[in-house]
């Protein structure tokens, strides 16, 4: 592979210009050429597949449904819940026109979905037999993002899934709430390979419109935290806007508890950050669209068996794994290794003239760039528990990771210090009081993540969530307090 095609940026001297190269290079995704807006390749597409599998499987099992909305909202809509309204605003593409023709009435590109769907909702739910409703919707939405392009981070328009859900009473909203969490939480570590903080967002972080949210936070390389995913509980709020109500069992009028929760594109840009070294691209065997890639050593004299004897293996190999035979004339092997590491498929077996002497394969692992000679015989064996190693090798080394570069401050200057230093996340206590908050954002670009559940940093079981107190001053302005928090920079 000429140098051009390979990652040119090392990651730890120019994190910013690496993760470009490599999403780009890995034929993850492409730049539009509409001004923020990006194309997903299909190589990239595949990875989001799996995630939208891997999901919807779980929530489908525990009664949940898709469904799909329109992509426009009525300005009228839109307007009937402040609170969002305010928190959506400067974000939101308005539709003017039909053609030549103005329109009554401006129609907002979807930001979000809950203003459309509730109107639905309000239709749909008379009695307490038709709850809990339960939709999930994938599809895209439209923020009028300012700041400059970045792939799966930052565009104009991303792919997501969205969960809507309605319930008759606050505590079957909040067991939502938290077993959405918790299937999150089994996406971005059994599947990503990436370890997550879950808590509560605070009140100046939390959705707009929303009682309460809960989020899963996860490290990059670069220091920073990634908010990965959110559930959140929306109380009566838009139900109360957009008349939402039911009749209870006992024949008198209530409003819906509502739910809303979601996860987007924005988990391959951290799976690329979070696995990728400076040959590319890193998957994690369960979200590989390709899991093994069968490479011929092709020599004039031994073309044919050997073409022959990759087949066998390759078509063994696909009852079980997902397996690419690459067998294209005109590019070496080695262009062939090059190109299939950056786009960093999780095993690669080798087989040429001298392999089939010896019955054996070459077996190398993407994750530790690690070579072996294996029997043939024992491929399929092999493969298996190789597959399972790059796995838990992948989560552990992100979980080491986490854990090294998560300090703890008890005064400002500390804080201060290892923000500037270290990055990461910082645990401190803090007042709660809005104005410290904000004054360490405004000193140090450091916002409060989450508020960790108890256990601090692990997750609960869905029936409860209680964050970790522990009794010592805030981290800003040194009152005394038992609130913990996780603070970081943040994408």
């Known amino acids: 592979m ?5 990652i040119t940026v090392k990651k730890k001297e120019n994190f910013s210009e690496w993760y470009n190269e490599v999403v780009l290079k890995a034929q993850l995704a492409d730049f539009s ?3 923020g807006f990006m194309v ?20 489908k099992k525990i009664g949940h449904q898709n469904a799909y909305f329109p992509a426009v909202i009525p300005e009228r809509f839109f307007e009937k819940e402040k609170e969002h309204v305010q ?3 400067p974000e939101v593409f308005w539709i003017t026109h039909a053609g030549k023709t103005e329109l009554g009435e401006r129609l907002a590109l979807r930001p979000t979905s809950e203003t459309i769907i509730y109107a639905s909702y309000a239709q749909w739910i008379r009695s307490w037999r038709d709850l809990p409703l339960l939709i999930n919707c994938w599809n895209s939405v439209f923020r009028a993002e300012t700041k400059m392009t970045k792939l799966f981070l930052r565009t104009r328009e991303f792919l997501w899934q969205e969960g809507h859900t309605a319930h008759a009473t606050k505590e079957e909203a909040d067991e939502e709430v938290m077993t959405i969490l918790k299937i999150y939480r089994q996406v971005m570590e059994e599947l ?12 100046s972080e939390k959705f707009a419109g929303a009682l309460y949210t809960t989020t899963l936070e996860a490290l990059m390389p670069d220091g920073r935290a990634i908010q990965m995913g959110t559930s959140h509980n929306l109380g009566q709020h838009f139900a109360k806007a957009f008349g939402i109500e039911f009749l209870d069992k006992n024949e008198k009028k209530q409003y819906a508890w509502q739910t809303s929760w979601g996860i987007s594109t924005r988990l391959l840009g951290a799976i690329t950050m979070m696995h990728g070294d400076d040959r590319g691209l890193i998957l994690p065997p369960s979200l590989a669209p390709i899991q093994v890639v069968v490479v011929p050593i092709i020599f004039d004299k031994s073309k044919a068996e050997v073409l022959k004897k990759a087949k066998e293996l390759s078509e063994k190999l696909s009852q079980n794994f997902s397996v690419h035979l690459d067998a294209r004339e005109g590019y070496s092997a080695g262009f062939k290794f090059n190109e299939w590491e950056l786009k960093g498929v999780p095993l690669r077996v080798e087989i040429g003239p001298k392999d089939i002497e010896k019955n054996q394969v070459v077996v190398y692992r993407r994750d530790t760039g690690k070579k072996e000679s294996i029997a043939a015989k024992e491929l399929s064996k092999k493969t298996k528990a190789a597959l399972e190693d790059i796995q838990k090798n992948l989560y552990k080394k992100s979980l080491d990771f986490l854990n090294s570069n998560t300090h703890e401050a008890s005064g400002f200057m500390e804080f201060k210090e290892i923000i500037e230093q270290k990055r990461g996340f910082i645990i401190a206590n803090w007042c709660g009081a809005v104005k410290c ?11 409060i993540r989450c508020l960790p559940f108890d256990p601090f940093g692990k997750s609960v079981d869905g029936k409860h969530f209680t964050s970790i107190n522990k009794s010592g001053k805030c981290v800003f302005c040194g009152s005394d307090c038992e609130t913990r928090v996780y603070f970081a920079r943040a994408y």
């Open 437 to 447: 908050e904000e004054e360490i954002k405004e000193r140090t670009g450091a916002t």
């Open 2 to 6: 000429s140098e051009e095609l390979g």
């Open 40 to 59: 997903v390749k299909p190589y990239g597409y595949a990875i989001w597949e799996k995630i939208q599998q891997y999901f919807d499987e779980k929530i």
């Open 192 to 203: 990503l390979a990436i370890p997550v903080i879950t808590g509560m967002k605070t009140e």
């Open 33 to 35: 050429d509409i001004k």
């Open 87 to 89: 928190g959506f605003s």
